[in-house]
T-cell receptor
């Protein structure tokens, strides 16, 4: 197992374009999380999945953002009609489910850095 | 509601001297507390966690933290800094039960280690 993988690592796009990020969690983890980190700030929670079910979404996740985890394995985060304020590092993390050993420990990927021009 | 306050945005120490990174938390229930470290171009790495067992928690790379409920603090320490410790450190709080392991991060402390 190679940990949590994110792709692409860097994305530069023009305002108004759509972008999609992919996250491959640790294979035995059934929880998957998305966070956003802007310069000089700590990561902020966006949303999380248990298997394929999206259980919680932050108010930060506007209607231009959509996340999916169709088969309970990898996840995608799509941003439509990007704005300059969307420029940030998008972090994915995974963890075992509630009650499992290590359930409250998240393993993070290296992140996908988005720059909107 | 839960939150953490990291009291210093930047800390600079000399190699071989002690490190102290300060964190205060606020939580309406018994929280889990963590310290994560972020090296440039690398993912966040867990240093240590407190989950209502021993109040003095030992982590990786010689770091430890003490949970003090009376002071609502969870400061991170290391007896002797190494150049490789230079990174950004985040204090993090999470509900102990439920809440989907939703983590609330502090704003981070940038640790600089000088020769």
């Amino acid at each position: 197992d190679t940990g949590v993988s994110q792709d692409p690592r860097h994305k530069i796009t023009k305002r108004g374009q759509n972008v999609t990020f992919r996250c491959d969690p640790i294979s035995e983890h059934n929880r998957l999380y998305w966070y956003r980190q802007t310069l000089g700030q700590g990561p902020e929670f966006l949303t999380y999945f248990q298997n394929e079910a999206q259980l919680e979404k932050s108010r930060l996740l506007s209607d231009r953002f959509s996340a999916e985890r169709p088969k309970g394995s990898f996840s995608t985060l799509e941003i439509q009609r990007t704005e300059q304020g969307d420029s940030a590092m998008y972090l994915c993390a995974s963890s075992p489910g509630q009650g499992a050993f290590g359930a409250n420990v998240l393993t993070f990927g290296a992140g996908s850095r988005l720059t909107v021009l | 509601a839960q939150s953490v306050t990291q009291l210093d945005s930047h800390v600079s120490v000399s190699e071989g001297t002690p490190v102290l990174l300060r964190c205060n938390y606020s939580s309406s229930y018994s929280p889990s507390l963590f310290w994560y470290v972020q090296h440039p171009n690398k993912g966040l790495q867990l240093l240590l966690k407190y989950t209502s067992a021993a109040t003095l928690v030992k982590g990786i790379n010689g770091f430890e933290a003490e949970f003090k409920k009376s002071e609502t603090s969870f400061h991170l320490t290391k007896p002797s800094a190494h150049m490789s410790d230079a990174a950004e450190y985040f204090c993090v709080v999470s509900p102990s039960t439920g809440g989907g392991n939703k983590l609330t991060f502090g704003t981070g402390t940038q640790l600089k280690v000088e020769l």
